[in-house]
Structure formats: structure tokens, C-alpha cells
């Protein structure tokens, strides 16, 4: 997420900071970089003119030339700048009066928003105990209402539709209805989208709206579309109204233009973000641990709310333990595995530490745990507990026992001591100190 952007932003604030004292000219040529890293990040034009003029008036004053750590300075003036950009403090769902509440998701074919339909109840139920529904009301296409209607039961959410009835108006008025007599305290209607906005659609989407009277209505745009989802947010707004979007596969994302720009035109907040393949693939947005992935700072505190999910306080400590005596072997790996799969790739959890808190680049795709798994389990127990103990004769007897290449077993040590060196960095401070080193 924002690895380009990120990676322009951090070699300028390197050069800043290798500067003992900074002048308006060093300024300058800093600023003039940024506003090339906002563009080629596609975030809009004016949006990018404006931050970077508010960044250099700031920069440029007194207090910042003449401090002990000018470069830290214009660290700090740019975080906050982004966070302002992304609209300060993260904006939750607004519930009014009696259940069931509504919310709406709108948007474009191909969005994501069945997806995220799934997602926002897997996580309102988890977070905040609530009682979801997800309804099906995009008859356009069977294999939406089989794709949500599968989602939904991954997610342990009711799920609603009516596949005799032709008018989404129709089958949103009934599931509520329904939601009602089952106690259900949140109702989330999947809607159709098209290909580009028509009349046809925004008609559809006016009558749907106008039954379901809805607390949200959410816009889902995909997040690789960079300026084309902002102009879709303001036709979308012009023609239905809205109150909030979704961000969907902003873990493949690495320009990040359309979060960027997306409060400062539409005016509109970023509520939610989605990343990964899983039904736990929604997280709330923040637009200060967001600043953090952009700045490399990472993002601490959204990485310690997916461990609390995964792992007990028990088991924590036993593997603090580990960790700190160094004995944390293959055996554990293994255990952990589940763990780790449920919470993301080890990509995207070494995308939330700090850059100088990462160790080597090392990629574990979630669809290899089980090869991973299948490894191991041809491994003698003194090989799980001894790690250094394979050389290549016990490699070879290992992949053949598996069925894999000799390759699998070193990629797979390979990642084993990324993830061991991770786990004791997490542990360190220390390696906050060499951020923008």
C-alpha cells in the first residue's frame, strides 16, 4: 500500500535530513520533489498544488530553519499535512433511532461492493457485536446474489434475498421487514452497478434508496482507479448523494492517488478501507496510521489490533518468551502459521512495521502455507526443534518426503528466519531509531 509514493517521500526526507542546516533553496528543490511524487501518485492536480504550497509556508518559516533538527521539522509539517489531506481523525458510521439501521453500498461494477458487503458484517459483528443482514439486491447478476449469499455465510451474517422478484426496491423493503423480525440491528444491501453511470442505474439506485431510508450510503470505488473513482464520487454525489466511501483492493495499490484526493474534492470521508482476498479484509480508516504506511512510519497500531484477534494473552507470552531466549524453532512456525494466515500475508504484516523495523524483503503467499505446513511435517522432531541442523543431504530427504524441490525447503528457511528476525525487531524500539536513517 503507497510503496512508490512512500519510497519518493522517504529518499526526499533522507537528503533533508542529512542536512545539518537547510536553506529556502534546499526547501525548495524538496518540495518540488513531492509535488513530482503526488502526481506521478495520480492524486489530483490542484490537490497536490495546494499540500505542497501550505508544506513550503510552513517549512520556510523561522522556527524551522533555525531548528536543531530542521529535516524532522518538515517530517513533521508533512505527516500532519497528509493527515489533514486524509481528514484528520477516522469517521465511524453514524446509527440513528431504532433498528434495523441501513446502510447502502453503492458504486460501479466491478467495485468490490459484494465483497465488501460481506466484510463490513464480518467486522460490525466482530467489533461491535452487532446482529447483520446482507441483502441481495442486484438481480442483474445470479452470481452475485450466489457470490453474497456465500460470503454471507463466511462472515456468520444473516442473508436475504428474493430471486422471484424483479424490483431491488421490492426485495430491500421486505428484508427489512425480515431484518425486523429477526432481531437484526444492521441491514446491508448489495446494489447493482454498471460498467460507466447511466440513468438507468441512478434511477435504480433513487428508488432504491428512497425504501430503504438508509443511516450510511456508501460508496465502494476501487481503489487502483486512482482519479477516475474521484470522478466517479462526484457524479455519484451529484445524482444519488452519499455519505462516506470505501476504498477496496488498497493493498495493490502502491500510488495511492485516490485516497489522497478524495476528501479534499469530493469533501466526503474515507470510512473503511479494503485490502487482502478474506472475508476479514476491511479495516476502519485512519487517516493518522495511514499517514504513518505513507511516511514509512508504519502503522503499530493497526498490526497490534490484528495479533489481539489472532492470539491470546496466554500464548503471547509463551511465545514472548521464545523469542526473547531465542529458542522460537520450526515447531512453532508451524503453529503460528494459522495465525498468521488468518491475519494477512507476511507481506502485508511487514508493510505495518516501520521501514527500519523490516527485515529483507521475504513474501509468503497465504495459498503456500499448507505447502509450507507439508514441509515441516517431513521434518524430524530434532530437525523442528534444531533448525540449524539441516544441511543438504537432510534437505534433500526432507523435499522428497513432501513432494517438493530442494528450492521449497530453503525458500521455506529462508522465511523462517525472516519471520524469527521480524518477531525480535517487533520486539526492539530500537529500530524506530534508524527510520529515515
Not at 46 to 74: H, N, R, Y
Request: with cysteine.
Amino acid at each position: 500500500m503507497f510503496d512508490k509514493l512512500s519510497d519518493r517521500l522517504g529518499q526526499t526526507f533522507r537528503n533533508l535530513s542529512g542536512r545539518g542546516v537547510l536553506t529556502e533553496n534546499n526547501i525548495s528543490d524538496a518540495m518540488r520533489e513531492i509535488r513530482r511524487a503526488l502526481l506521478e501518485a495520480d492524486v489530483n492536480f490542484k490537490v497536490a498544488k495546494k499540500f505542497v504550497s501550505e508544506v513550503t509556508e510552513m517549512a520556510t518559516g523561522e522556527k524551522v530553519l533555525k531548528s536543531l533538527t530542521p529535516g524532522q521539522q518538515i517530517v513533521k509539517i508533512v505527516n500532519d499535512r497528509i493527515v489533514a489531506l486524509l481528514g484528520t481523525t477516522a469517521e465511524k458510521l453514524s446509527f440513528s433511532g431504532k433498528p434495523p439501521h441501513v446502510i447502502l453500498l453503492l458504486g460501479l461494477q466491478g467495485s468490490g461492493k459484494t465483497t465488501t458487503a460481506a466484510r463490513l458484517a464480518y467486522l460490525l459483528q466482530k467489533k461491535q457485536n452487532r446482529r447483520c443482514m446482507v441483502v441481495a439486491a442486484d438481480l442483474q447478476r445470479p452470481a452475485a446474489i450466489d457470490q453474497l449469499e456465500v460470503m454471507a455465510g463466511k462472515a456468520g451474517a444473516l442473508f436475504y434475498c428474493d430471486r422471484n422478484l424483479k424490483d431491488p426496491a421490492e426485495v430491500v423493503k421486505d428484508a427489512i421487514h425480515q431484518a425486523s423480525l429477526q432481531y437484526s440491528d444492521v441491514v446491508i444491501v448489495d446494489t447493482a452497478g454498471r460498467l460507466h453511470v447511466d440513468d438507468d442505474l441512478m434511477d435504480e439506485l433513487k428508488r432504491v434508496k428512497s425504501v430503504a431510508r438508509p443511516d450510511e450510503s456508501l460508496l465502494v470505488l476501487d481503489g487502483l482507479s486512482g482519479q477516475d473513482a474521484v470522478n466517479v464520487a462526484l457524479e455519484f454525489d451529484e445524482r444519488i448523494g452519499f455519505t462516506g466511501a470505501v476504498l477496496t483492493k488498497m493493498d495493490g495499490d502502491s500510488r495511492g492517488g485516490a485516497a489522497l484526493s478524495f476528501r479534499a474534492v469530493t469533501g466526503k470521508p474515507i470510512k473503511f478501507a479494503g485490502i487482502g482476498e478474506s472475508v476479514r479484509g476491511l479495516e476502519e480508516f485512519d487517516p493518522s496510521r495511514v499517514a504513518g504506511r505513507i511516511l514509512g512510519m508504519g502503522d503499530i497500531v493497526g498490526l497490534a489490533e490484528k495479533a489481539q484477534e489472532m492470539f491470546d494473552e496466554k500464548e503471547a507470552l509463551k511465545l514472548q518468551k521464545k523469542i526473547r531466549s531465542n529458542s522460537f524453532n520450526l515447531e512453532d512456525f508451524r503453529k503460528e502459521l494459522t495465525k498468521i494466515k488468518k491475519m494477512g500475508s507476511l507481506s502485508e504484516i511487514m508493510a505495518m512495521l516501520p521501514k527500519g523495523m523490516r527485515p529483507a524483503a521475504a513474501d509468503i503467499d497465504s495459498s503456500k502455507f499448507t505447502q509450507m505446513e507439508s514441509l515441516i511435517n517431513s521434518m524430524t522432531a530434532k530437525e523442528r526443534l534444531r533448525p540449524e541442523i539441516i544441511n543438504g543431504s537432510r534437505r534433500k530427504r526432507i523435499a522428497r518426503g513432501s513432494g517438493r524441490t530442494v528450492n521449497d525447503v530453503n525458500r521455506l528457511l529462508k522465511e523462517f528466519r525472516a519471520m524469527k528476525k521480524m518477531m525480535k525487531q517487533m520486539r526492539s524500539a530500537r529500530g524506530m531509531a534508524s527510520m529515515f536513517r
